[in-house]
């Protein structure tokens, strides 16, 4: 993870979700650095305290925390939050309890564990149209099917396809 924050474009945000790394705190806090380094922001998944003590920009948070979303916003004032949206009601629900972006998978056929079906590139920008908020494109996203997003949502985040990427994107 920290080579490829060492190489993160201006403006890029990086989400951290540590799932009790128990060298989750000095991973976060050498991941604000680099990022800082790289013009980039930091995220902490699921995690806000964490967030707080190690300086990030702010949380991205599952789905199953989109109720806890005014009660963090309010006690830490982060200025970025995103959160998961596994459906347009979902969403809709983010964006309504202060999220500034939705995070939507699976937008493509993936091999993680916890992907679920692929929307594909058709019902994602059906999915967008509902959504009066920035939308970024999570699942299976790789250096040929990203140009099928190109014009369609307002980013893309990437997990493993991070580490096989040959070309720009």
């Known amino acids: 993870m920290f ?13 951290y979700r540590h799932f009790s790394e128990s060298r989750h705190k000095e991973i976060a ?9 790289q013009g980039a922001k930091l995220l902490i998944g699921a995690d806000p305290k964490l967030a707080r003590i190690v ?11 989109i109720k806890q979303l005014p009660a963090i916003q309010a006690k830490y ?10 459906s347009v009601s ?40 509902k959504i009066d908020a920035p ?11 990203v140009l099928k997003l190109k014009t369609a ?3 893309v985040a990437i997990v493993s396809g991070a580490f096989k990427v040959t070309a720009k994107i």
């Open 135 to 145: 939308v970024i494109a999570l699942g299976g996203i790789n250096e040929t099917n």
């Open 153 to 155: 949502c307002h980013g």
């Open 55 to 65: 300086g990030a920009d702010g949380v991205h948070l599952p789905q199953s925390m």
């Open 90 to 129: 979902a969403g809709r629900q983010g964006i309504k309890n202060g999220a500034m972006a939705v995070i939507v998978s699976c937008v493509f056929p993936s091999t993680s564990a916890s992907a679920s079906p692929a929307m594909g590139a058709c019902r994602f920008r059906n999915f967008i149209k």
């Open 77 to 86: 004032q982060f200025s970025l939050i995103t959160c998961a949206a596994h």
């Open 29 to 37: 806090v050498e991941l604000k650095h680099l990022c800082q380094q």
């Open 3 to 15: 080579d490829l924050a060492k190489n993160l474009p201006a403006k890029s945000v990086l989400v």
